[in-house]
């Protein structure tokens, strides 16, 4: 297990109601009405957990990538991630979530763009995270 050392920044929000309930940052820069996605039985209109996760990994995930580029001085024209979570069963019968990033790395040549991309899963907390709990797919993309 990693430990923190030293305490960069802390994120505090309230959730109250689950699924169908509310999500509040202590700065109340993230508002949001949470509840069940169509799929999965609910009305679709708020926002669901998967896609949270789904935003924070990937701004997370460009982050780390960022500074792979920065430390090894490539220059690119932007990166753009389509970033997809999955919640599904196991065989278990039992709730998992599967990542699948489709990253773009501009300006940058495609072998180049995996060894970045390779690079950022060493840095990232989020990738860190879930490495050998949940499968996490990156594939590099035009």
Not at 8 to 37: H, I
Not at 44 to 58: I, K, S, V
Not at 84 to 104: A, C
Request: glycine share 10%; with cysteine.
């Amino acid at each position: 297990m990693n430990k923190i050392e030293k305490k960069l920044y802390t994120a505090t929000v309230n959730v109250q109601g689950g699924r169908e309930g509310k999500a509040v940052s202590n700065d109340n820069r993230l508002n949001v009405d949470l509840r069940y996605p169509k799929e999965l039985g609910g009305n679709g209109e708020g926002t669901n957990p998967e896609q949270l996760f789904a935003a924070g990994f990937a701004a997370c995930f460009e982050g780390a990538m960022g500074t792979v580029l920065r430390l090894k001085k490539i220059k690119s024209d932007g990166i753009s991630i389509v970033s997809n979570v999955t919640l599904g069963k196991d065989v278990n019968d039992g709730y998992v979530l599967s990542v699948t990033l489709d990253i773009t790395i501009k300006g940058v040549d495609r072998s180049i763009a995996q060894e970045v991309v390779d690079e950022a899963h060493k840095v990232c907390p989020y990738a860190k995270a879930t490495r050998g709990n949940i499968e996490v797919i990156s594939n590099v993309v035009d």
